[in-house]
T-cell receptor
Framework: AQSVAQPEDQVNVAEGNPLTVKCTYS??????LFWYVQYPNRGLQFLLK??????LVKGSYGFEAEFNKSQTSFHLKKPSALVSDSALYFC?????????????FGTGTRLQVFP | ETGVTQTPRHLVMGMTNKKSLKCEQH?????MYWYKQSAKKPLELMFV???????ENNSVPSRFSPECPNSSHLFLHLHTLQPEDSALYLC??????????????FGPGTRLTVL
């Protein structure tokens, strides 16, 4: 079965510093990987996805993620954090068969950016 | 705005009440999803509809009854709920199940409290 793991419940970073939110995956076949962000009292917003091709994927709000097949990781990164980036971040993997198609989400990582 | 709207945003109901959650998408998508987000638990997929047909029921109790009259609208009918059903209910849509355009776009959610 497809799964993702987010090993950190919370990540703290100072504004202006680079940030990394970790995600590892376990899939059979080629992985379709996603990152979503959830701000307080809001739904999930799509940030970026990896399907195939370039291992470095660029997304919204200056975020990027690096697909690493050997380490089965898909970490989310940003070169310079903003206080407004503080939110809950979810990694997800697509579980697709001939008759079903769903996203399997990680447990989420809360990012706190301090001024 | 993601193009997916949900009403109401907040709902408080007693265990004997009957209520409905509504989701509408303006993206021209053909697949719609209900998720449940509880505190400290991963997002749980509840139901999937593809071209108005239910393709996934993730062992959801019968007190939750989905309805998809057309590809733009999705309802979740609630009756005789339990306090543990209190959660954020998220609706999402995508181009189609098992299609190549696989990104799911989420609504803001309905915060449900069962007394």
């Amino acid at each position: 079965a497809q799964s993702v793991a987010q090993p950190e419940d919370q990540v703290n970073v100072a504004e202006g510093n680079p940030l990394t939110v970790k995600c590892t995956y376990s899939v059979s076949g080629n992985p379709y990987l996603f990152w979503y962000v959830q701000y307080p009292n809001r739904g999930l917003q799509f940030l970026l996805k990896y399907i195939t091709g370039d291992n470095l994927v660029k997304g919204s709000y200056g975020f990027e993620a690096e697909f690493n097949k050997s380490q089965t990781s898909f970490h989310l990164k940003k070169p310079s954090a903003l206080v407004s980036d503080s939110a809950l971040y979810f990694c997800a993997v697509r579980d697709r068969t001939y008759n079903t198609d769903k996203l399997i989400f990680g447990t989420g990582t809360r990012l706190q950016v301090f001024p | 705005e993601t193009g997916v709207t949900q009403t109401p945003r907040h709902l408080v109901m007693g265990m004997t009440n009957k209520k409905s959650l509504k989701c509408e998408q303006h993206l021209g998508h053909n697949a719609m999803y209900w998720y449940k987000q509880s505190a400290k638990k991963p997002l749980e997929l509840m139901f999937v509809y593809n071209f108005k047909e239910q393709t996934e029921n993730n062992s959801v109790p019968s007190r939750f009854s989905p309805e998809c009259p057309n590809s733009s609208h999705l309802f979740l009918h609630l009756h005789t709920l339990q306090p543990e059903d209190s959660a954020l209910y998220l609706c999402a849509s995508s181009q189609a199940v098992a299609g190549d355009q696989d990104t799911q776009y989420f609504g803001p959610g309905t915060r449900l409290t069962v007394l």
